[in-house]
C-alpha cells in the first residue's frame, strides 16, 4: 500500500520570494516520486521525477526536490517564485502499475 | 516528445446521449493507458487502467457499462460515458505511459476533456 499527504492545501507567496511545497509518501515498495502542476482547465505537466538516482532532482521552470528517505519526504521548492507559477501542484508516487496521488497544493503568487 | 493528446477538449451534452472521449500518444506507444476523473477544486481520481488487445481494469466503484474503454492500438485509448447524466459532468483526464522509453514509470497526461451534461 502506499499514500501521500501534501501537508498544505495552499500555500500564498509573494512574487521573487521563495517557494516550497510538502510531500510526505509512505510506500511498501521502492517508489518513484513526480511532482506535476496544472494550470486551471489544463492538463498535468510533468516537472521533475525521482527515480532512486541522485537525491536533489531539478525540474523544470527552476523548480527542484529533494527525497529525503529518513523523512519519507519529497518537497517541492523554487528560490523565486513567479506569477505564472501560480497553479496547483500534485506530489505523486508510483510503483508498479500503482500511482497514487496527493490531494494537490494551490499555489497563489501575490505580486 | 511525450505529448498526450485529447479530444474532444469540452463537449456539452443532453442527458441520455453518449460522449466518446479519445486519448492519443503522438509520439510514443502505449501499451497501458489510464482514464482519471477530475471534481473541480480536488485531485485525480483513478478510474480504469485501458490496456491495448485486453480489456479495461476499473477500479472498485466505477461502473463498467456507464464507462466504456476501448485501448483498439498502441496510440489510441477511448472512453464512452454511456447514456450521460448531470452527476456525469466532471473533468476527464487521461495519460500514457511510454512503452518503449528508458523511464516506464512516468505516466504523461492529456490536457484534459470537460464534460458538461445539461
Known amino acids: 500500500a502506499q499514500s501521500v499527504t501534501q501537508l498544505d492545501s495552499h500555500v500564498s507567496v509573494s512574487e521573487g520570494t521563495p517557494v516550497l511545497l510538502r510531500c510526505n509518501y509512505s510506500?511498501?515498495?521502492?517508489?518513484?516520486l513526480f511532482w506535476y502542476v496544472q494550470h486551471p482547465n489544463k492538463g498535468l505537466q510533468l516537472l521533475l521525477k525521482?527515480?532512486?538516482?541522485?537525491?536533489l532532482v531539478k525540474g523544470i521552470n527552476g523548480f527542484e526536490a529533494e527525497f529525503k528517505k529518513s523523512e519519507t519526504s519529497f518537497h517541492l521548492t523554487k528560490p523565486s517564485a513567479h506569477m505564472s507559477d501560480a497553479a496547483e501542484y500534485f506530489c505523486?508516487?508510483?510503483?508498479?502499475?500503482?500511482?497514487?496521488f496527493g490531494g494537490g497544493t494551490r499555489l497563489m503568487v501575490k505580486p | 516528445g511525450a505529448v498526450v493528446s485529447q479530444h474532444p477538449s469540452w463537449v456539452i451534452c443532453k442527458s441520455g446521449t453518449s460522449v466518446k472521449i479519445e486519448c492519443r500518444s503522438l509520439?510514443?506507444?502505449?501499451?497501458?493507458m489510464f482514464w482519471y476523473r477530475q471534481f473541480p477544486k480536488q485531485s485525480l481520481m483513478l478510474m480504469a487502467t485501458?490496456?491495448?488487445?485486453?480489456?479495461?481494469?476499473?477500479e472498485q466503484g466505477v461502473e463498467k457499462d456507464k464507462f466504456l474503454i476501448n485501448h483498439a492500438s498502441l496510440t489510441l485509448s477511448t472512453l464512452t460515458v454511456t447514456s450521460a447524466h448531470p452527476e456525469d459532468s466532471s473533468f476527464y483526464i487521461c495519460s500514457a505511459r511510454d512503452s518503449g522509453g528508458p523511464s516506464t514509470d512516468t505516466q504523461y497526461f492529456g490536457p484534459g476533456t470537460r464534460l458538461t451534461v445539461l
Open positions: 509520439d510514443f506507444q502505449a501499451t497501458t
Open positions: 505523486v508516487v508510483t510503483a508498479g502499475n500503482m500511482l497514487t
Open positions: 510506500s511498501s515498495y521502492s517508489p518513484s
Open positions: 485501458s490496456n491495448e488487445g485486453s480489456k479495461a481494469t476499473y
Open positions: 525521482y527515480t532512486s538516482a541522485a537525491t
